[in-house]
């Protein structure tokens, strides 16, 4: 299963790198990845004007984005769009961080699920 990573580079940049989570097959249930331990879960509704500026992450966590969209930008001016299905997983805890920005004038439903 193909996930984004994004991270802080040596740069004190954050950047985008595309990860794939090794899936297995378990018969008649379809194909899991291992068991990975998380810390909890939150919620998260965003609205249509959502426009949040230079910020880092405050933990690793996987972000899933259920409806709406989220488009991120990085130190070096790439942008990628996040939409229903999409998985993010965000590390970007020390450094400038990264922008994010609602699609469309649209709300975005997502879920983190906390690492640490």
Do not use: C
């Amino acid at each position: 299963m193909k996930i984004t990573r994004l991270y802080t580079g040596s740069d004190g940049e954050s950047h985008f790198e595309d990860i794939e989570i090794p899936l297995e097959d378990s018969g008649d249930i379809g194909r899991m990845s291992q068991l990975q331990d998380v810390t909890g879960i939150i919620f998260r509704e965003t609205g249509p004007e959502y426009d949040y500026d230079w910020h880092t992450v405050p933990q690793r966590q996987y972000v899933i984005t259920l409806s709406g969209g989220v488009d991120i930008e990085v130190g070096d001016g790439t942008i990628r769009r996040f939409g229903p299905g999409d998985i993010l997983l965000a590390e970007d805890t020390t450094g400038k961080g990264h922008r994010s920005r609602a699609v469309n004038a649209q709300p975005r439903k997502s879920i983190f699920v906390t690492l640490d």
